[in-house]
């Protein structure tokens, strides 16, 4: 169920209470595992991330390579972070993963909540090329993903992170 949306209708707060957990795994890996928040971590250029989609599972080496740029999803502006797949055969996200976290693993097993899936970028990619998935369907994937700070959704809306 659905509460409000951010001021920039980039993110939805649910009614449901958070977790400090990210689930950290393949799509279709029921025996997966958990690694908990131990905070907020504001993206660099060059920086390395994770992101984390509910279709496509867990993809890591996606470089950050543009800050700050305004997207209209249909909804109005945004400031967007670029993350680029640096693994050959490998895609940042596909259509569907949405909504989902981007994260920077830390050494000590717990993760930066970095921003939030908001869309994937050109050139588009379909079938075999992205790679296994749960729904491929006519979805599009890339190696290009568009994400908004955790930082930012959690301020705009008064909200903290929910660590464990």
Not at 54 to 63: A, D, E, L, R, Y
Not at 150 to 164: C, E, F, P, Q, W
Request: charged share 10%; net charge negative.
């Amino acid at each position: 169920m659905q509460w409000s949306d951010s001021p920039d209708r980039q993110a939805s707060l649910l009614s449901e209470p958070g977790s400090q957990w990210m689930y950290d795994g393949a799509w279709n890996n029921t025996a997966g595992y958990s690694k908990s928040f131990s905070g907020y971590h504001d993206a660099s250029i060059n920086d390395y991330v994770c992101t984390s989609g509910g279709n496509s599972g867990v993809h890591c080496n996606i470089k950050v390579g543009y800050m700050g740029f305004m997207w209209n999803d249909g909804y109005g502006y945004a400031s967007q972070i670029e993350g680029y797949q640096m693994t050959n055969g490998q895609i940042s996200a596909i259509q569907g993963d949405s909504g989902g976290p981007v994260l920077l693993p830390y050494g000590n097993g717990t993760v930066g909540a970095v921003g939030m899936i908001q869309a994937i970028a050109g050139p588009l990619l379909q079938g075999a090329a992205c790679g296994s998935v749960r729904d491929a369907g006519p979805n599009y994937c890339s190696r290009y993903v568009w994400f908004t700070s955790t930082r930012t959704i959690a301020n705009s809306l008064g909200l903290s992170l929910v660590t464990g």
